[in-house]
């Protein structure tokens, strides 16, 4: 009776396999090796792989942290690691052949917001007198005005003013150069025989890997950094320095982070890149739904050394709807990671234009483009139909709901003015854009010899 009983049970757990399997895409690789960045926003690679998304969609995936940015790239690159968790401009930056060439797409972005800018203690203490004070709490947003005439101070001293920021074409970088210019503050130019960045830098812009942020600011190396979660709530933990602002502040659901694969391997494994795809967007959901109820759960995980592997609560801190800007000064930030609503998760063309006009902006992209140039490297790079074929496929399998999706999006957000210096960004004119921005490359203008001049067209 009990070996019929166990046989009966074998064939059940045989059966559901047969039909769970049926269901699988007809994947072309179905073991895969992925990197990530120790940072909070790998967050769906993680959740895919715990909770057994992968699996569900046939595949059987490795998760590897890289030692930094320009490591995890190559190794993609290189087909050492199928696909990563990118900065979003990496993708961009590679297919335009802005430091390594390669064609990277993205069929999903991975989340909005989750960057925080943060100064040393000292710094702090020397920007407060130039801060509002509103019942006794310090009035937020913070301008970067606050921390200019601590600049304009260590300039008339002779000593350099030290910011860290995670890759020269990362979303940190961006920002932080986006707050410094909205308070007058110049972060500097590149040009196409200085890639240092600062030509006529009123502050001295340099890279750090995230992981490291904390203990160089603690050693005066830089004076303060823009980095992802949890790296801004350790020094609070720490007691080394101060969030003066998130990328929340900056720009109001701003995309972060995406998920890169070469364009070869999309053409050369395309149901792979639908598996892969349906299994990151069932991550989100979960890390969104409910309010975010799963947060806490979702911190317990990325805490293990083999994903962030830092404190729970230094992960919770930010994860879980609150913000501690100084120690006791916490503060109601509910967006502040977003992983699946407000579309989220769907790749704009928009998105990846703004990216282009800050390296076009800050000289990176040397000379002027016109707007369908933007456009099309848009399209070349990020990849809306792939996203919502596999959103399809998890709708008609009861996995996702249709409301969750923009399926009638033509890959452009509408005008966003959530800005921190008030302009309005519309994907669809990046060129006035850029001229509407007071310190930065207009047409017409790139950087020859450490000089801002014009162009001929």
């Not at 699988?24 to 960045?37: A, M, P, Q, R």
């Not at 020094?235 to 364009?263: C, L, M, R």
Request: glycine residues 8%; charged residues 20%.
């Amino acid at each position: 009776m009990v070996i019929r009983l166990r046989l009966i049970v074998a064939l059940l757990a045989l059966v559901h396999a047969i039909s769970t399997h049926a269901d699988y895409l007809d994947v072309e690789k179905d073991e895969l090796t992925l990197g990530f960045i120790k940072l909070t926003d790998m967050a769906p690679l993680a959740i895919a792989y715990e909770k057994g998304f992968f699996e569900d969609e046939g595949l059987y995936v490795s998760l590897e942290p890289q030692a930094n940015w320009k490591v995890l790239l190559d190794r993609v690159i290189d087909g050492e690691l199928d696909g990563a968790h990118m900065l979003a401009g990496q993708p961009i930056a590679s297919t335009i052949g802005y430091g390594t060439r390669a064609h990277i797409v993205t069929p999903f972005s991975m989340d909005l917001n989750g960057n925080g800018i943060t100064v040393s203690n000292t710094i702090w203490e020397q920007m407060k007198p130039f801060i509002p004070v509103v019942d006794g709490k310090v009035q937020r947003p913070i301008s970067a005005s606050a921390l200019k005439p601590v600049v304009e101070q260590y300039k008339a001293d002779g000593k350099p003013f030290n910011l860290g920021m995670v890759f020269p074409v990362s979303t940190h970088n961006y920002e932080l150069r986006y707050w410094l210019a909205a308070g007058g503050i110049h972060p500097g130019f590149y040009s196409m025989d200085d890639i240092s960045g600062q030509i006529d830098a009123d502050v001295l812009l340099s890279v750090t890997p995230p992981p490291q942020m904390p203990a160089t600011m603690e050693a005066g190396t830089i004076h303060g950094y823009c980095v992802g979660e949890p790296w801004n709530q350790q020094a609070v933990f720490k007691g080394i320095g101060v969030p003066v602002i998130t990328d929340y502040e900056i720009w109001k659901n701003n995309p972060e982070k995406v998920f890169g694969v070469t364009a070869e391997f999309a053409q050369s494994n395309p149901n792979t890149t639908l598996a892969l795809t349906k299994a990151l967007i069932r991550a989100a959901i979960w890390l969104d739904e409910n309010d975010n109820a799963n947060r806490q759960e979702a911190s317990e995980i990325l805490a293990r050394s083999e994903y962030v592997g830092a404190d729970v609560d230094v992960i919770a801190n930010s994860m879980t709807g609150t913000f501690e800007y100084e120690r006791g000064d916490v503060r109601e930030v509910p967006d502040f990671n977003v992983f699946f609503r407000y579309f989220a998760t769907y790749p704009y063309y928009s998105d990846a234009i703004w990216y282009l006009t800050q390296m076009r902006r800050w000289g990176q992209i040397s000379d002027s483009r016109d707007d369908s140039w933007y456009f099309q490297i848009a399209e070349e790079v990020y990849k809306p139909s792939i996203y919502l074929e596999a959103a399809r496929l998890l709708v008609d399998e009861g996995l996702a709901s249709e409301a969750d999706f923009p399926w009638d999006a033509d890959g452009y957000r509408g005008p966003q003015s959530d800005f921190i210096d008030d302009v309005t960004f519309d994907g669809r004119t990046p060129n006035a854009y850029l001229d509407s921005l007071e310190i930065g490359l207009k047409q017409r203008q790139s950087v020859r010899r450490g000089n801002v001049v014009l162009i001929e067209q």
